[in-house]
Every structure is written in C-alpha cells, then in structure tokens.
C-alpha cells in the first residue's frame, strides 16, 4: 500500500522555524520528482516547491524562497522541507505529493505561525 | 510567476453536463503545460483525477474527461452524480515550477 505520512507540523512563532518530513513507502520513491503544497485555512491549494529525483533540481514558489527549503533523502525514502523565518501567512496543512503523475497525496501537516 | 484562473463555482443538476476550465495569465493553455485536475471534498487530501490533459488514473471515473477546449484546459463531467460535489484544482506547469488554479466549488443540484 502506498503511503506518504506528514510529521513535524504544529505551533510556531513568527520569525522561526520548523522541519516538515514526509515518510514514503509502497512505491518507489527515489524515481519520482516529489512536491509541497499547502492549504491556508479555507483557501485553495498553493504549490511551495518540487524537487527531482538525486535532489539536484528543484524549484520554489516566488513566495517561499530564500526562506523554505525542499530536500530529500532517498536511503530513507524521506522528503523535507526546512520552514525558516515563517509568517503568519505561512499557516496552513502542508500535503507532500509525488509519484508518475502527482498520483499519491499525503494526508498533511498542520503548521500554525502564532505568538 | 503565472495567475491560473478557474470559475469559483458551477452548479450541475444530477445526470447533467458541466465543464470546467482552467485558463493561464500567459496566454493559450496547451498541452505543454501537462495540465492536471484534483478533486478536493471536505477534510479530505486532493486526488488527482486527470494528467496530461487527457490521461486519467485508474481510479478516476469514466464519466470525467479532460481536453483543451477554446485555449484552456478544461474538465468535463458527464452524467454528474451526488459524489461529485466537491472543488477541483487545475494545476499547469511551467518548465518546472507548478501553478494551481484557485477552485471550482461544483454543486450538485
């Protein structure tokens, strides 16, 4: 069965910073670009960034850089995204998704930016 | 970056037609772009129903399609059914980054 499980989410203060992972299993993960994208509290989806399969390419929404940054780790089938400076903008559940076809979706993170 | 335009909402009886449609800000949407479609239905993930403008996934339903339709990539639903009250995301790429469209809430009604 194929899962993605989103972990590290939960409160954070304006200004810091929190490490997303996504654990992958069921599929071949290390052959696949995979991608973040989150969900502000009753809005749409928001792409935040894609990374290709050896981690070498990868590519950030206008709003995300310089301050997120997406990695993996492929001996653990593991993808990262390191949220520094966040903004209260930045809350939202944050889904990792990847596979042939953007086939497989996690069931997300919650991050909330809060004093 | 790209501004991906979709209708906010649309109503469709049940059994009826509608299509969806997903524009892009830097003209004529083709199949370069790879278009796909996600369903999203209440405090559930999204699902990816179509790629590459046409494909659908095994477990897409045959009533879904997806085209390019007037410079847009559109999504049509035929034989509309209770289940598929939902919103759907279109999503284009560009050489790379992605962007989605802000959501069709469809209706069935």
């Known amino acids: 069965e194929v899962q993605l499980v989103e972990s590290g989410g939960g409160l954070v203060q304006p200004g810091g910073s929190l490490r997303l992972s996504c654990a992958a299993s069921?599929?071949?993960?290390?052959?696949?670009?995979m991608s973040w994208v989150r969900q502000a509290p009753g809005k749409g989806l928001e792409w935040v960034a894609n990374?290709?399969?050896?981690?070498?390419?990868?590519y950030y929404a206008d709003s995300m850089k310089g301050r997120f940054t997406i990695s993996r780790d492929n001996a653990k089938n593991s993808l990262y995204l390191q949220m520094n400076s966040v903004r209260a903008e930045d809350t939202a559940v944050y889904y990792c998704?990847?596979?042939?076809?953007?086939?497989?979706w996690g069931q997300g993170s919650l991050v909330t930016v809060s004093s | 970056q790209a501004v991906v335009t979709q209708e906010p909402s649309l109503t469709v009886s049940p059994g009826g037609t509608v299509t969806l449609t997903c524009g892009s800000s830097?003209?004529?949407?083709?199949?370069?772009?790879?278009p796909y479609w996600f369903q999203q239905k209440p405090g559930q993930a999204p699902r990816t129903l179509i790629y590459?403008?046409?494909n659908k996934h095994s477990w897409t339903p045959a009533r879904f399609s997806g085209s390019l339709l007037g410079g847009k990539a559109a999504l049509t639903l035929s034989g509309a059914q209770p289940e598929d009250e939902a919103e759907y995301y279109c999503?284009?790429?560009?050489?790379?980054?992605?962007?989605f469209g802000g959501g069709t809430k469809l209706t069935v009604l």
């Open positions: 590459d403008t046409t």
């Open positions: 830097t003209g004529a949407v083709t199949s370069g772009h790879y």
């Open positions: 990374i290709n399969q050896d981690g070498s390419y990868y």
């Open positions: 998704a990847g596979g042939d076809n953007a086939d497989y």
């Open positions: 069921g599929f071949s993960f290390s052959i696949y670009w």
């Open positions: 999503l284009l790429t560009y050489s790379g980054p992605w962007v």
